[in-house]
C-alpha cells in the first residue's frame, strides 16, 4: 500500500511518501516540502499548497493520505494556517477519490517510538530507521510527513491489505458516490422567479 503522508503548514507542507508491505516493513519511496511564499496572499498561499501536494498525488497515485490532524496552538494565525493547508489536501485527496486518514502528532510519535511524548530527534531517528535511510530527514516537515505515513501503517487498522485493502477503498468509493449524488440533488433546484 502507498502511503502519502502530509505534515500541514502554510509556508511549508511537508510530503513524504512510503510504501507498507508486509507486516511492519517499510519502504522510502519520496520526501519533499511543498512551500509558499508568505508575502503573497493568503488565497495564493493557498493555491500554492493545492497545487503541490495535488501534483504529488498525481505522480505518486497513493492508496491513502495520512495527514497531520490539527491541534490548538498558542498561536491563532498558525493554527488557522495549519487547518487551511490541511483542507486543501484534503480536497485534492477527495477530488481523486483518495482515502484520507487523520493523525494527532501524539499519536505518530506513540506508534513510531512507543512514547506518545517523544522528543523530535528521537522521532527523526526512528524514521531514519524504520525507512533504512543513511541520514535524518530534513527539513523537519519533511521528517513529520513521513512519520504520519508511518504512523497510518504501523497503527492497527493502517495497514490493510488484500481483500481488506479493497473492502476499505470500495467503502470509501461508495461514500464518495453519495456525497456526489447528495450534492448534485441541489444542483437542480430552481431558485425564486
Excluded at 73 to 86: I, K
Excluded at 114 to 123: F, R, S
Amino acid at each position: 500500500m502507498i502511503i502519502l503522508g502530509v505534515d500541514p503548514g502554510l509556508t511549508r507542507c511537508g510530503v513524504g511518501v512510503i510504501e507498507a508491505g508486509a507486516p511492519r516493513r517499510l519502504s522510502f519511496i519520496h520526501v519533499d516540502v511543498v512551500r509558499s511564499d508568505p508575502h503573497m496572499s493568503q488565497d495564493l498561499r493557498l493555491l500554492t499548497i493545492y497545487n503541490g501536494i495535488a501534483a504529488k498525488l498525481d505522480e505518486f497515485a497513493p492508496d491513502t493520505v495520512s495527514i497531520e490532524r490539527v491541534f490548538a496552538q498558542e498561536n491563532r494565525n498558525t493554527v488557522l494556517g495549519t487547518a487551511q493547508a490541511a483542507g486543501v489536501a484534503m480536497l485534492a485527496a477527495a477530488q481523486r477519490r483518495i482515502p484520507v486518514a487523520l493523525h494527532t502528532p501524539t499519536e505518530s510519535k506513540l506508534a513510531i517510538t512507543g512514547n506518545g511524548k517523544a522528543q523530535k530527534i528521537q522521532m527523526e531517528r526512528m524514521v531514519a530507521r524504520l525507512l533504512n535511510l543513511n541520514a535524518l530527514p530534513t527539513p523537519a516537515d519533511a521528517a513529520d510527513a513521513l512519520a504520519i505515513a508511518i504512523c497510518h501503517a504501523l497503527r492497527p487498522a493502517g495497514a490493510l491489505e488484500g481483500g481488506e485493502r479493497e473492502q476499505h477503498l470500495t467503502k470509501a468509493q461508495r461514500q464518495w458516490a453519495q456525497a456526489a449524488q447528495h450534492a448534485s440533488h441541489g444542483r437542480g433546484v430552481r431558485r425564486g422567479m
